[in-house]
């Protein structure tokens, strides 16, 4: 459907509440140690930068809407948050140029490919059709409106720093690493403008992506920003509102197909719940109404998913009961009402 609907008078949204702090905790700590038993995977290395990273490291960390926050592991350690920037820069140009423009200029489908694929863009007549993957990543970094990429990246950073709920700071090392070897972003950024995807300078575009994806975050920080989400865009720490609730609701449903890249629909089946990977070994996931969860480790599979994370993720899915399409019996029976009226 393309046609505004009309608000419903009334309209119900996920709510919930997990269970207590002393439960929560266990339960933290219990998938920290899920997690910490697997040793498969390996940590990223066609950015020289991240190939330097411990491959030991694992925190996860557990955030509600109510503002607490729960972490296990080496939840305080910063990483870079990679491809996890996409989905709150996308959130980000969702608030300042709404539902409509933002989806017929970048799109909402999965493309099934790769994500920093060129042949997709070509196979769509140039429209980036996922704001997940690097294509139409960059052109939604390219609609942050500003009059210069300067300004365009104080706005980013200041937007995702109010996610966190306090300042993030640029890796400059890990920016300088992904600037010399991102030409593939650079042709991709080149071909969108040939498109007329682009309406500017696409190097620039390109390089306020890279920064974007250079910021550092630790596993408490994807928590609070997946939370903020999770609350209808109201960071549950600061109590500030970061962007609406329509918006916040955009930003899932879109993760919620496209997050984990060609594995999303795999971890929409295992998960339950929209999430985003980032290939320094982060996740993010949202729980609508209940709170977010981030975890961070650097060994990754082939889909470049930390593979630690994922399990951790999992086993809070299902242990808080945060899966979305999970359902019982309703218990409240006798069932007074069946087909043809009253019983």
């Given amino acids: 459907m393309t046609d505004a609907e009309p608000a419903v008078a009334g309209q119900r949204v996920s709510t919930g509440s997990l269970p207590g702090w002393d439960d929560v905790e ?4 219990e998938a920290y140690r899920y997690g910490l038993a697997s040793v498969e995977g390996d940590i990223a290395t066609y950015i020289p930068r991240l190939a330097q990273v411990d491959p030991e490291l694992f925190g996860v960390s557990v955030a509600e809407v109510d503002g607490a926050v729960h972490t296990a592991g080496d939840a305080d350690v910063a990483f870079s948050i990679q491809s996890i920037s996409k989905a709150f820069v ?6 300042e140029l709404g539902h409509e423009l933002v989806r017929e200029r970048v799109g909402v489908n999965n493309t099934g490919l790769a994500f920093n694929s060129v042949v997709a863009i070509e196979l769509n007549d140039g429209h980036p059709m996922n704001p997940m993957v690097n294509a139409g990543a960059i052109a939604t970094t390219a609609l942050v409106p500003a009059a210069s990429a300067e300004e365009r990246w ?4 200041d937007g995702l720093s ?3 709920g306090r300042r993030l700071e640029l890796d400059g090392e ?5 600037a010399d070897t991102n030409q593939r972003n650079r042709a991709i950024g080149t071909l969108l403008q ?3 995807r682009i309406d500017q300078d696409p190097l620039a575009a390109v390089d306020v992506y890279t920064r974007q994806c250079s910021l550092l975050v630790t596993a408490a920080d994807l928590a609070v920003m997946g939370a903020t ?3 209808g865009g109201v960071n549950p720490v600061t109590g500030d509102r970061v962007v609406s609730a329509e918006v916040a609701r955009d930003t899932l449903a879109v993760l919620a197909s496209t997050g984990l890249y060609e594995r999303s629909g795999e971890w929409l089946f295992e998960i339950g719940l929209p999430g985003k990977s980032g290939v320094a070994g982060g996740i993010v996931t949202v729980s609508p109404g209940k709170g977010g969860i981030g975890v961070f480790s650097p060994r990754l599979d082939a889909a470049g998913n930390s593979v630690r994370g994922q399990r951790a993720t999992r086993y809070l899915a299902r242990a808080l009961g945060l899966d979305v399409f999970a359902s019982d019996v309703h218990e409240h029976g006798p069932y007074p009402y069946q087909r043809g009226g009253v019983a």
């Fill in 154 to 157: 104080a706005r980013i950073q």
């Fill in 174 to 178: 890990v920016y300088t690493s992904e």
């Fill in 26 to 29: 266990r339960l933290v700590d």
């Fill in 229 to 231: 989400l999770a609350d």
């Fill in 90 to 95: 996308y959130a980000l140009v969702c608030q």
């Fill in 194 to 196: 040939a498109y007329g």
């Fill in 162 to 164: 109010a996610f966190a």
